[in-house]
């Protein structure tokens, strides 16, 4: 199993920049992959950026050149860099983890959440 938690959520004011940092504890050797998604007040939760375990990385039109994923395998870390943050990207942003599991399965995990607010 693994566990994740986020942090570093807040209020920032829109054009402004915020990190978050999500940490993984528990069999973190058989994560394959992590990533950010959000979830915004009445839409479907939906994929930010992901990142490999080889550093491949993964973006949504939407954050491209704005958001950055990035990770510290030493300190089984993974980080979202926002920059440029817009109201449209205000939601609450999950932490997830794609696991090896038995035969061909995939375990995927979740954090908490997060609450970013971009907002005068």
């Known amino acids: 199993q693994v566990q994740l938690v986020e942090s570093g959520g807040g209020l920032v004011q829109p054009g402004g920049s915020l990190r978050l940092s999500c940490a993984a504890s528990g069999s973190i050797s058989s994560i394959n992959s992590m990533g950010w998604y959000r979830q915004a007040p009445g839409k479907q939760r939906e994929l930010v950026a992901t990142?490999?375990?080889?550093?491949?990385?993964n973006y949504a039109d939407s954050v491209k050149g704005r958001f950055t994923i990035s990770r510290d395998n030493a300190k089984s870390m993974v980080y979202l860099q926002m920059n440029s943050l817009k109201p449209e990207d205000t939601a609450v942003y999950y932490c997830?983890?794609?696991?090896?599991?038995?035969?061909?399965?995939?375990?995927?995990?979740w954090g908490q959440g997060t609450q970013v607010t971009v907002a005068s």
């Open positions: 990142i490999t375990n080889g550093g491949s990385t």
């Open positions: 997830n983890a794609e696991a090896l599991g038995v035969m061909w399965s995939t375990n995927v995990y």
